[in-house]
T-cell receptor, first 113, second 114 residues
Framework: AQSVTQLDSHVSVSEGTPVLLRCNYSSSYSPSLFWYVQHPNKGLQLLLKYTSAATLVKGINGFEAEFKKSETSFHLTKPSAHMSDAAEYFCVVSSDSNYQLIWGAGTKLIIKP | EPEVTQTPSHQVTQMGQEVILRCVPISNHLYFYWYRQILGQKVEFLVSFYNNEISEKSEIFDDQFSVERPDGSNFTLKIRSTKLEDSAMYFC????????????FGPGTRLTVL
């Protein structure tokens, strides 16, 4: 069965410094992987997705993620944090048997001025 | 840019009451989904809907729950007799195709059962 582990419930960085949000997954086959972001009182927005093409995926707002099969990881990074990046981020893996999305617990990103 | 909308944003109800959560998917989308997130827990799949019928449902989606597309625009989730443990954020999503690549989410409805 698929599962997703987001290793940090909270990450706090200073504005202008790099962001790293960690995600590990388990899947019995080559999955599709996603990062979603949720700003306060807003819906879930797709940041980026990996679907077995290039392993380095670029998303919106300067975020990118690298699929590493050997490490079963799909960490989200951004070179320089902005105050507007403060939100909750969810790592998601596709189910291998249907169109369900399997969600991680979320990481709350806090940006310090 | 088209987006999925949900109403109400927050619903408070008494245990045992029926609630209907409403969603307006993006207009040309054909696949519809409900997810929920209990406070402090993961987002969980409830049900998917295509061609006026349920295509998949999770074990959470028992006889207490039902979905309907009553007209060409709305997609509703009905909870027949609410329980305290139904308190959660409920997210609607829609997609052009059945691919998990293309699920667009609404802002959610926070349901509080007292």
């Amino acid at each position: 069965a698929q599962s997703v582990t987001q290793l940090d419930s909270h990450v706090s960085v200073s504005e202008g410094t790099p962001v790293l949000l960690r995600c590990n997954y388990s899947s019995s086959y080559s999955p599709s992987l996603f990062w979603y972001v949720q700003h306060p009182n807003k819906g879930l927005q797709l940041l980026l997705k990996y679907t077995s093409a290039a392993t380095l995926v670029k998303g919106i707002n300067g975020f990118e993620a690298e699929f590493k099969k050997s490490e079963t990881s799909f960490h989200l990074t951004k070179p320089s944090a902005h105050m507007s990046d403060a939100a909750e981020y969810f790592c998601v893996v596709s189910s291998d048997s249907n169109y369900q999305l399997i969600w991680g617990a979320g990481t709350k990103l806090i940006i310090k001025p | 840019e088209p987006e999925v909308t949900q109403t109400p944003s927050h619903q408070v109800t008494q245990m045992g009451q029926e609630v209907i959560l409403r969603c307006v998917p993006i207009s040309n989308h054909l696949y519809f989904y409900w997810y929920r997130q209990i406070l402090g827990q993961k987002v969980e799949f409830l049900v998917s809907f295509y061609n006026n019928e349920i295509s998949e449902k999770s074990e959470i989606f028992d006889d207490q729950f039902s979905v309907e597309r009553p007209d060409g625009s709305n997609f509703t989730l009905k909870i027949r007799s609410t329980k305290l443990e139904d308190s959660a954020m409920y997210f609607c999503a829609s997609g052009v195709s059945g691919s998990y690549n293309e699920q667009f989410f609404g802002p959610g409805t926070r349901l509080t059962v007292l």
